[in-house]
């Protein structure tokens, strides 16, 4: 064995791992920019964990900060939206009471008409839950000075939540408690809206919890206070009254116009045709109350209307029903007239005069029938 054999072992092991595997002869200069390699990406690996940690926990924070979820800029928003619209509720409060409270005190102040006296009234609830109002018009003119006029009852709050209004007219003949039998305008000379109310109750089975009784004066005040501008009403024919002529048609009228025409009784049809023109007008008057302009002065002419009227309407009551009569009434007002069709004949009394005699249960029946449905 010669010496290079010898030894030829010993350099063999003396080789790198890496060239033992590969192959390739060991180059100095090529394992050094390999072991450069190895260390830069240790020391981006190194680089990356440390800003995950640390700087890209902070860089998130701050876009976090600048950018909030949607959720809480939802919430906020409905916030700002909740609080503006209390904010709205609130100033029409106010403004309603103000300017109610201001047309309250015109009328009671007002000395150009008489101070109404609040009347004793025991108002009943109706069967069916509702707060029916009796409305009494009087005329404290002429021959039948102290007689109701006009007798309606009108509901705001029944189960239909529509304005309802029957209107009754003054030739009924109907029994009056403690009175005896009589023309049913009577019951106001003898006993004032309480016993209008007793008398409903009793001919009609209809309860009123509230009454307001309107003179002719008041009426054309509290018009004129809703309608500075008139109200736009076609007269169903030409007719005078008290020296005013009204054209047949559409036409513009003023309170005291309105009044005349709902007071027409001089001609064929009487009573039936007075009834009839004073629906119209109530219906004319809740279907123009839409207009904007009228809306702002709703409150103060409540307010004029509680002041000029004898009533024991509650504030409460007008607060909470009111809606309903500006909104719902818009569409007009669903009326009735009693006696209905088919249930009365004309007669005579010998101490009444010209009466209307009438069935009581057909009328119930369809009384009752109208306000509940």
């Not at 006029?149 to 109907?174: A, E, Y």
Request: charged letters at 25%.
């Amino acid at each position: 064995m010669s010496r290079v054999d010898r030894y030829k072992h010993i350099h063999e092991n003396s080789k790198p791992q890496s060239e033992k595997k590969t192959g390739k002869k060991f180059n100095p200069r090529r394992q050094a920019t390999h072991n450069k390699q190895t260390d830069d990406q240790q020391t981006y690996t190194i680089s990356s964990s440390s800003q995950q940690s640390t700087g890209g926990n902070i860089g998130t924070d701050r876009l976090n900060k600048q950018k909030p979820p949607k959720k809480k800029r939802k919430k906020a928003r409905w916030k700002r939206i909740l609080f503006a619209l209390v904010a709205l509720i609130a100033l029409v409060i106010a403004y309603s009471s103000v300017m109610f409270a201001k047309g309250k005190s015109a009328a009671e102040n007002d000395t150009s008409l008489p101070k109404e006296q609040v009347e004793t009234f025991h108002g009943v609830k109706s069967q069916n839950g509702a707060n029916n109002i009796l409305i009494v018009g009087s005329d404290t003119r002429g021959e039948d000075a102290g007689r109701a006029d006009t007798i309606m009852v009108l509901q705001l709050d029944g189960p239909t939540k529509r304005p309802k209004l029957i209107s009754f007219m003054r030739d009924t003949f109907v029994t009056i408690p403690g009175v005896g039998d009589n023309k049913i305008n009577a019951a106001y000379a003898y006993g004032g809206a309480e016993l209008v109310r007793k008398t409903l109750a009793d001919n009609f089975d209809i309860n009123c919890k509230y009454y307001a009784k309107v003179d002719f004066q008041s009426f054309e005040k509290i018009v004129d206070s809703l309608f500075p501008k008139g109200i736009e009403l076609t007269a169903e024919k030409a007719l005078n009254l008290d020296g005013v002529d009204i054209a047949k048609g559409k036409q513009t009228m003023n309170g005291h116009v309105l009044l005349q025409y709902a007071r027409f009784r001089m001609d064929e049809e009487g009573d039936f045709g007075r009834v009839r023109r004073q629906q119209q007008v109530m219906s004319a008057v809740m279907s123009q109350l839409k207009n904007p302009l009228t809306l702002l002065r709703a409150p103060e002419s409540a307010g004029k209307m509680l002041g000029y009227m004898s009533t024991n309407l509650p504030t409460s009551f007008m607060i909470s029903n009111g809606p309903s009569l500006l909104f719902k009434g818009k569409k007009g007002i669903d009326r009735l007239t009693v006696p209905v069709k088919d249930s009365w004949n004309f007669g005579e009394s010998y101490y009444a005069g010209s009466i209307l005699e009438i069935d009581l249960a057909k009328n119930k029946t369809a009384i009752r029938n109208f306000l509940n449905q």
